[in-house]
């Protein structure tokens, strides 16, 4: 299937990829300040918005929700309401929130409403949750631009922030972990398991199949 998207790579890489990977290291520092987003399986997003110049840290989490102190078992399960999400910590002098917004549309099926790619189920859809008008204004502008370069309809909510819990120690920075881990493909330390269920899964694929060269994390 041929992607649905305009033809436009080079004024959006250009706009989004050198303006955050490619930052000066010059770049004045600014303050801390964060942005939480729902992308599907939370390692994902983590891995991928941890190489952005500016990104401090980026923790998974749960919100959205209605129970305090969720498990993992308990979100994935369903009835809490929460969404896998992502705690995202960067440096307003290096790089703002409306880079980061644009970028998080173009790392998701924006599309999907059922969950993201072998995930499925509402803890899995993606989403953005704001604190404040200007976090809002910002989700919101790069929701339009993001459809509009899409030709297509997205649905991925912008919610008002709920509480934020921090996801199980062992969940946090999987995609690098290193202690074995049990899967499928036999016993193998967390970062290759991470690299065999993101492939597995179908993102990658999916991404490039509808942002092409525009997709800035593919293979993360």
């Not at 599907?40 to 929700?65: I, L, N, Q």
């Not at 967390?190 to 800035?216: F, M, N």
Request: net charge positive; glycine share 10%; charged share 25%.
């Amino acid at each position: 299937m041929r992607p649905f998207r305009r033809s436009h790579p080079i004024a959006l890489s250009l706009a989004i990829l050198a303006g955050v990977f490619l930052q000066s290291t010059n770049a004045s520092a600014g303050e801390t300040r964060d942005i939480v987003v729902a992308g599907g399986c939370f390692w994902c997003v983590e891995a991928d918005f941890e190489r952005v110049r500016g990104v401090k840290d980026a923790v998974s989490g749960y919100t959205g929700g209605t129970v305090a102190n969720p498990t993992y078992k308990q979100v994935t399960g369903g009835n809490t309401g929460h969404f896998e999400a992502v705690k995202i910590s960067y440096d307003s002098g290096a790089v703002n929130r409306a880079q980061l917004y644009d970028l998080f549309f173009r790392s998701i099926d924006p599309t999907d409403a059922g969950g993201q790619f072998c995930d499925r189920g509402q803890s899995y859809s993606t989403a953005i949750f704001v604190s404040n008008s200007a976090e809002r204004a910002a989700a919101e502008k790069a929701k339009a631009s993001a459809q509009a370069a899409l030709g297509r309809k997205i649905v991925t909510p912008i919610l008002d922030a709920k509480a934020f819990y921090d996801a199980e120690d062992h969940h946090q920075d999987y995609y690098k972990g290193t202690n074995r881990v049990l899967t499928r493909y036999g016993v193998m330390a967390q970062k290759d398991a991470y690299k065999k269920y993101r492939k597995g899964c179908g993102r990658d694929a999916r991404i490039e199949q509808l942002w092409g060269s525009d997709a800035p994390f593919i293979g993360n």
